[in-house]
């Protein structure tokens, strides 16, 4: 079946970059997602990437796609302790009314 | 961006007895909703896809009986959980999708923190 693998912890300084790392089994996955999860709250997309693409850049978001090794990545730059929270990635495949398949969540540690 | 409301945010209930929770679609219709769960420190896990007019389908080890799902109209799904005990105290997520293609966004409620006592 469908399985998504992320590291569980990051921890940054302030005004570093970020990189959160994700690897998916589905090779018919046709979007992968990025969430944020904020303590107590729901998720909040981040950004989104069509399996045909190598990178997608959203302000300080950058979201880079390896197919051949099914390997997602986003990178945040210049973090901010408002990042700190923990980031799902997630993938669908082309089905109507299939559910996200989500990663155990990476927990982001910012520090000052 | 279009706009799920969950309801309640929290709830506190006692063990025995049945917690409903809301999950509405504000700004468009949701053919498809679908409920999680979340445990502590833990991803969201797919309890049931749940379609407009027709029954819920479960994930494998997911109690039908004990998660009942209603999905009656384009912009209300609900879970209630029947009989409450502590081992159901969890964080229940909805969410739905505006469209019925792969690449339509899923948009995800504020989730509900029910704790059963």
């Known amino acids: 079946g469908e399985d998504v693998e992320q590291s569980l912890f990051l921890s940054v300084r302030e005004g570093d970059s970020s990189v959160i790392n994700c690897t998916y089994t589905d090779s018919s996955s046709t979007y992968l997602y990025w969430y944020k999860q904020e303590p107590g709250a729901g998720l909040q997309l981040l950004t989104y990437?069509?399996?045909?693409?190598d990178m997608k850049q959203d302000q300080r978001l950058t979201v880079l796609l390896n197919k051949k090794d099914k390997h997602l990545s986003l990178r945040i730059a210049d973090t901010q302790t408002g990042d700190s929270a923990i980031y799902f990635c997630a993938e669908i495949a082309n089905q109507a009314g299939t559910a996200l398949i989500f990663g155990k969540g990476t927990t982001l540690s910012v520090s000052s | 961006g279009a706009v799920v409301s969950q309801h309640p945010s929290w709830v506190i209930c006692k063990s025995g007895t049945s917690v409903k929770i809301e999950c509405r679609s504000l700004d468009f219709q949701a053919t498809t909703m679908f409920w999680y769960r979340q445990f502590p420190k833990q991803s969201l896990m797919l309890m049931a896809t749940s379609n407009e007019g027709s029954k819920a389908t479960y994930e494998q080890g997911v109690e039908k009986d004990k998660f009942l799902i209603n999905h009656a109209s384009l912009t209300l799904s609900t879970l209630t959980v029947t009989s409450a005990h502590p081992e159901d105290s969890s964080f229940y997520i909805c969410?739905?999708?505006?469209?019925?293609?792969?690449?339509?966004?899923?948009?995800f409620g504020q989730g509900t923190r029910l704790t059963v006592v």
């Open positions: 990437i069509f399996s045909n693409m």
């Open positions: 969410s739905a999708r505006s469209g019925t293609g792969g690449g339509t966004e899923a948009f």
